[in-house]
């Protein structure tokens, strides 16, 4: 069983500056990722691989003990980039290298650091066991419900709820089906996803991973000061 663990770091992020790099709570952000990754090395048949297009991310990966001799092209490094091909482009470079395939992918994504190595390891059995599952992704319950809270713009300059329930029963947030919000801390790919051209990890066969904690992505300045405070005062538990 080879598993390939991709961890995609653009530079040039407009909302936090050198995020992927950032200092969090006295050390780099990637650092959270690649210590989480090199866990799961040691207990299961897996390479870390980097694709990023920027030399002071390489630099910082490299100083973790994790080199790469992959370039990510340019056209896979613009803001409008798709994640998918992304992905894809760096698997099959380290399948040339590997002169064989991957059965799996993980994506660790580095802005969504707080996931566990149970978090991995469970997932990662859930995909293994259902042989139709194509993607796994990890999620929260939202907070707000398409059934009960959320409406949009129904065309007639009127708004309604964005879903409704098949007997308009729902009349609690308790009462509505259960939503989820995707967290975008990692995702399991079985290889013969990347054989279809899809460009989305949402698809018929998609299972979800529901964290019992919190995990949040780091989007904007106010997300590292809080997700600071709460490492530093002892509030979560990170690797």
């Known amino acids: 069983m080879r598993i390939l663990i991709t961890l995609c770091a653009r530079g040039g992020s407009k909302g936090i500056p050198g995020k992927n790099i950032k200092p969090l709570a006295g ?111 990890s999620v929260n319950p939202a907070s707000r419900n398409p059934y009960f809270n959320m409406v949009e713009d129904k065309g007639t300059g009127y708004y309604d709820l964005i879903k409704k329930s098949s007997d308009g029963s729902v009349m609690s947030r308790q009462k509505a089906p259960a939503v989820y919000d995707l967290n975008a801390s990692f995702y399991w790919y079985r290889r013969s996803f990347f054989d279809l051209d899809l460009k989305s990890p949402i698809t018929d066969k998609s299972l979800i991973y529901k964290m019992d904690h919190i995990c949040f992505d780091l989007d904007h300045p106010i997300d590292f000061e809080f997700l600071e405070y709460l490492i530093l005062e002892g509030k979560i538990d990170i690797v």
């Open 27 to 137: 050390k780099p952000l990637i650092d959270y990722t690649i210590d989480i990754a090199n866990r799961f090395v040691e207990k299961y048949s897996c390479r870390i691989a980097l694709s990023t297009d920027d030399t002071a991310i390489k630099a910082a990966a490299e100083k973790k003990g994790l080199f790469t001799t992959y370039i990510r092209p340019i056209e896979l490094a613009s803001d409008t980039a798709g994640k998918i091909d992304t992905i894809k482009d760096l698997l099959l470079y380290e399948e040339s290298l590997l002169k064989d395939k991957y059965d799996y992918v993980l994506d660790l994504d580095l802005t969504s650091p707080l996931r566990t190595f149970d978090d991995l390891e469970v997932a990662f059995r859930m995909i293994e066991s259902d042989k139709n599952a194509l993607t796994l992704f």
